[in-house]
T-cell receptor
Framework: AQTVTQSQPEMSVQEAETVTLSCTYD???????LFWYKQPPSRQMILVIR??????QNATENRFSVNFQKAAKSFSLKISDSQLGDTAMYFC?????????FGTGTRLKVLA | DTGVSQDPRHKITKRGQNVTFRCDPI?????LYWYRQTLGQGPEFLTY????????KSRLLSDRFSAERPKGSFSTLEIQRTEQGDSAMYLC?????????????FGQGTRLTVV
C-alpha cells in the first residue's frame, strides 16, 4: 500500500525554539518527490519545502529544513526559530502515479 | 495568474440535492487533481486529469461523483443525491506536466455542508 505516516497528531513549541515533525512513507520507486505542505487555519495549503529522492543533500528553505533518510524512508521537517505564523497543520506528502499521497497531518501550535 | 481558483467557497445543500463545484487551475498546468478533506484529516485523493483525460479515479469515489475537464482547462466536480457523509472540504490542485517543479498548487477549497 502507498502510505504516508505522520505519527504526531499535535505538537507545540515555544516561539524562537526549534521543532521537528516526523514523517515516514512507503514506496517501491527509486526516484520520487517528497513534500511538506502547510495549511494555516481556514487558509489554503501551501508548499513549505520539497525533496527529490535522488538528491542526497537535504533541502533547506530559510528556517525550514528536512532530514531525508532514503533507506529508512523517513522525511522529517525541522522548523528553526519558530514564529507565531508557523501555527498550522503540516502535511507530509509523496508524489505517486497520478496523485499526491498525504499523511494525516501534524497540528503545530507555536506558543508566545 | 492568481493561482488555483475554486467556486463557490461555501455550499450548503439539503440531503438528496445535486451540487457542482468549479475549479480553474493555473493556466498551462496540464495536471488537475480533486481531493476531499474532512476536519483534522489529510487530503484524500478523488480523481486526476491530464489535460482533458481523466486518468485516475479513486475506488473510494462512488458513482454519485463525477468530474469533467472539457478542453483541458477548468474542471467541474458534481455530486448527485448528496448525503451527510459528503460534508467536507473539496480541494482542487494543479501542477505542470513538465519542468523541475512538480509540487501541486492548491486552491482555497469549497466547503460543502449537507443538512
Amino acid at each position: 500500500a502507498q502510505t504516508v505516516t505522520q505519527s504526531q497528531p499535535e505538537m507545540s513549541v515555544q516561539e524562537a525554539e526549534t521543532v521537528t515533525l516526523s514523517c515516514t512513507y512507503d514506496t517501491s520507486e527509486n526516484n520520487y518527490y517528497l513534500f511538506w505542505y502547510k495549511q494555516p487555519p481556514s487558509r489554503q495549503m501551501i508548499l513549505v519545502i520539497r525533496q527529490e529522492a535522488y538528491k542526497q543533500q537535504n533541502a533547506t528553505e530559510n528556517r525550514f529544513s528536512v532530514n531525508f533518510q532514503k533507506a529508512a524512508k523517513s522525511f522529517s521537517l525541522k522548523i528553526s526559530d519558530s514564529q507565531l505564523g508557523d501555527t498550522a497543520m503540516y502535511f507530509c506528502a509523496r508524489e505517486g502515479t497520478y496523485k499526491y499521497i498525504f499523511g494525516t497531518g501534524t497540528r503545530l501550535k507555536v506558543l508566545a | 495568474d492568481t493561482g488555483v481558483s475554486q467556486d463557490p467557497r461555501h455550499k450548503i445543500t439539503k440531503r438528496g440535492q445535486n451540487v457542482t463545484f468549479r475549479c480553474d487551475p493555473i493556466s498551462e498546468h496540464n495536471r488537475l487533481y480533486w481531493y476531499r478533506q474532512t476536519l483534522g484529516q489529510g487530503p484524500e485523493f478523488l480523481t486526476y486529469f491530464q489535460n482533458e483525460a481523466q486518468l485516475e479515479k479513486s475506488r473510494l469515489l462512488s458513482d454519485r461523483f463525477s468530474a469533467e475537464r472539457p478542453k483541458g482547462s477548468f474542471s467541474t466536480l458534481e455530486i448527485q443525491r448528496t448525503e451527510q457523509g459528503d460534508s467536507a472540504m473539496y480541494l482542487c490542485a494543479s501542477s505542470p506536466l513538465k519542468g523541475l517543479s512538480t509540487e501541486a498548487f492548491f486552491g482555497q477549497g469549497t466547503r460543502l455542508t449537507v443538512v
